[in-house]
């Protein structure tokens, strides 16, 4: 009995009595948790029996063994749940029956089986639990799961497969493939790889084409065999992923590809992938034509290796605006070198595209654009030769007219000194206008040609514009409403005040015959801060002096000539044609630039650009005198022209002055020797043929320290830039000069130094 593996215990009960135990065998002690003594009553058991809802109490007397003792009925196998003193639940499966009664007895007796059946259970659950999961699974799964036997019938299909197939379940289960499609081909095909990986026993994954609901799907389908318990296939198990999109999408990426690769190589285009350190990846068939080098060549090697010396620089720090540019697109012009040695002109768009994945390079597109440079020059060439040609015309035109007010002014007063009459005023009023005139033409020619010498400083171009404004409303007249703004703060710029004055009057001027009935002029000053990357300014501050106009307006054709010299719309003889080629001259010799906007009818804005100066400090520009005062300092005139010598030494003794002339340096030294009284200003030409003004004047001061200078010359600012008199500590009277401008200015140095 204590062999056994299940529990057995004998119980008895007296009639009238309560059961109790008589002998248990050690599996049951072991089962209950506890050792009982005979006569122990049941109902002191330390443990309790529950029905399997493990709430509902069973008495003692109700217990198998001690109700087959006190009724004399067996109790067939019943689950029951112990709960032992420790609190642990145990599963039985328990049964009784009675005995007979000993000769002469009057207790019942009966044998009780207690088999512990929780481990037995719980697997039982656990896999009741998993065949649901597996089942709630295969039932909800998108793919379709499928279960076959030898003749291809199906013998369990997941709803997917049903929606796939696109038929209920008692149309499928239990028909093989090719009795469920109406295409027999397609159902033959799928029962050929049925049969295929049956015989062979092994596991394939096989593409099929289903027809289906609105029209053929494609499947991949994973088949397995279905073993038997001796190793014999008696079916196959299948699960299938629908790919037909993916299919598409294959088939189009496809097509899409061939599409792009036969655009890359019919393009006339280079195009270039690069990594982020600039090696390139990829390079289209068009590098061989435009530049000589077949891809295999390029790929794998540096971009920037094909880049001219000199635009190697610009192209490195393009690049690196590509990759901060966050995937947009930046523009660039460079030389790229040719197989044969040469360089073309190539127009670039680069993007950076590393985040996307089908990408993930630098993607470079260029086009070679030498020939269009080259016929763009030729063009650029052409219009200069066109202006020149222009130019030439007017300024002969302007010219010989104050030449020939000169010659017969000249003759005329000759004629009359030869017969004794007195000299007539009109006559040399005549010559000295024409004189006036020609200078302010020279100067409008210089300044377009941004050769004007200037005496540059830090202005404040919103006090300088108050005070032009009673000039600018008499010249503007009472028909034209003269609005003007400044911003406060306004930065301030360096330049030449009476160049810029100047620029405002001139545009005021072309406004005021822009609108002969009247209108509005606004003059307004605003700062502009400029942002990196802009396409026509440098990254600087600058300060906007915008005049806007109600006038006529412009078409495209006339702004096209607008900035050239001469060219003018205004009737003959009503202006000159220098004005806005003027302008243009001063605003770029100050660094500036010049926008224009106008459309017929809508008015005309011009807006000048000046650079931002580098201080804040506004130094409003020294008056000119404007008497011509007289002296008795000794003054050493040195000029190569004699005319011009004469007529300066005529104008300086006239004055009062003592004249010392020389012809050149070496003449000025040798005027010098044996005069007790030394110069007290030095007048002297810059270039000329024996040595430079400045190295003439340099040599004198090394001699007598504190002596003062003044400059003359009728050369432009980029002849005489490399002489160094443009330094704001020299003082210079540029050519031609009056008596007066002359005189004014050697009292304005003697008095200043």
């Given amino acids: 009995m204590d062999a056994l593996p299940i529990g057995v215990v004998f119980a008895e009960c007296a009639q009238g009595g309560v059961p109790v135990i008589v002998s248990h065998n050690a599996a049951y002690a072991r089962i209950v948790g506890v050792k009982a003594h005979a006569a122990t009553p049941f109902h002191e058991l330390p443990f309790s029996l529950y029905l399997p809802d493990r709430m509902t109490l069973v008495p003692p007397e109700d217990w198998p063994a001690p109700l087959a003792a006190r009724t004399g009925n067996p109790v067939r196998e019943r689950e029951l749940h112990l709960r032992r003193s420790n609190g642990e639940w145990r599963v039985l499966a328990v049964s009784a029956a009675p005995l007979a009664k000993e000769a002469g007895g009057l207790a019942g007796r009966a044998a009780g089986v207690l088999l512990d059946v929780t481990e037995r259970r719980r697997a039982e659950e656990d896999l009741s639990r998993r065949g649901q999961l597996l089942r709630t699974v295969i039932e909800t799964s998108p793919d379709p799961v499928f279960v076959k036997n030898r003749e291809s019938q199906f013998l369990f299909a997941n709803p997917a497969t049903l ?56 499947f991949l389908s994973t088949k397995t065999p279905w073993l038997d318990s001796t190793g014999q296939v008696i079916g196959i198990v299948g699960i299938s992923r629908d790919i037909t999109q993916r299919k598409r999408t294959e088939e189009a990426l496809r097509v899409s590809e061939r599409r792009f690769r036969s655009l890359i190589e019919q393009s006339s285009d280079i195009l270039l992938l690069v990594d982020g350190s600039g090696r390139v990846g990829f390079c289209s068939p068009a590098a061989a034509v435009a530049l000589g080098w077949k891809p295999e060549e390029v790929e794998g090697t540096s971009a920037i290796d094909l880049v001219h010396a000199d635009d190697r620089a610009d192209v490195a720090s ?35 595209l590393r985040g996307d994945p089908a990408i993930g390079a630098v993607v470079i597109n260029a086009r070679d654009v030498t020939e269009q440079v080259r016929t763009e020059e030729m063009l650029f060439q052409s219009q200069k030769l066109d202006s020149i040609g222009r130019l030439a015309g007017g300024i002969a035109h302007d010219f010989n007219n104050l030449l020939t007010v000169i010659l017969c002014g000249a003759a005329s007063e000759g004629e009359a000194l030869d017969a004794g009459r007195p000299v007539e005023r009109e006559d040399i009023d005549q010559i000295r206008q024409a004189g006036e005139r020609a200078r302010e033409l020279t100067s409008h020619l210089l300044a377009f040609a941004r050769r004007q010498v200037i005496a540059p400083c830090t202005v404040d171009l919103g006090t300088m514009l108050s005070r032009s404004e009673p000039l600018l409303r008499r010249l503007l007249g009472e028909t034209v409403r003269l609005e003007t703004s400044a911003e406060p703060g306004l930065w301030p710029v360096r330049c030449d005040p009476a160049q810029v004055e100047q620029v405002i009057l001139n545009l005021a001027v072309n406004a005021r015959d822009a609108m002969p009935a009247g209108g509005t002029l606004e003059i307004a000053m605003a700062n502009l801060p400029t942002a990196p990357g802009s396409v026509d300014l ?9 005049v806007r106009d109600s006038g006529n307006g412009m078409s495209r054709e006339v702004q096209e000539h607008l900035f050239e010299p001469f060219f003018t719309t205004k ?3 009503h202006g000159t044609g220098l004005g806005l080629a003027t302008v243009y001259g001063i605003v770029r010799q100050a660094g500036g630039h010049v926008r224009v906007e106008s459309a017929p009818g809508s008015g005309t804005t011009f807006d000048v650009l000046l650079p931002r100066a580098p201080t804040g400090e506004v130094i409003a520009p020294a008056p000119e005198r404007t008497d011509a005062p007289g002296g008795t300092e000794t003054v050493l005139l040195v000029e190569d022209d004699a005319g011009v010598r004469l007529a300066t030494a005529r104008a300086l003794r006239t004055a009062g002055y003592r004249v010392l002339a020389a012809d050149g340096a070496e003449g000025a030294v040798e005027a010098l020797r044996g005069e007790e009284t030394p110069p007290d200003v030095l007048v002297t030409d810059v270039i000329m043929p024996d040595a430079t003004g400045r190295a003439l004047a340099d040599r004198l001061r090394a001699e007598r320290p504190g002596l003062r200078v003044l400059f003359l010359s009728g050369h432009g600012a980029d002849v005489l830039g490399p002489h160094g008199v443009l330094a704001p500590s020299e003082s210079f009277l540029a050519k031609p000069f009056t008596p007066a401008s002359l005189l004014s200015k050697i009292r304005q140095v003697l008095d200043e130094g």
């Fill in 318 to 352: 393009g690049f690196r605006d590509v990759l901060a540019a966050g995937g947009s697109q930046v523009r660039h012009r460079a030389r790229l070198r040719h197989r044969d040695g040469g360089y073309r002109v190539v127009d670039g768009v680069a993007r950076d």
């Fill in 538 to 546: 440098p990254a600087l501050d600058h300060v906007r002096l915008r």
């Fill in 571 to 573: 009737p003959y003889g």
């Fill in 163 to 218: 929606g796939a197939i696109g038929k209920p379940a008692d149309e499928v289960v239990g028909h093989s493939t090719g009795e469920i499609f109406d295409d027999p081909a397609s159902g033959l095909a799928i029962e050929g790889n049925d049969r295929r990986i049956m015989e062979s026993g092994v596991a394939e994954v096989v593409e099929e084409t289903v027809p289906s609901p609105g029209g053929e799907r494609v």
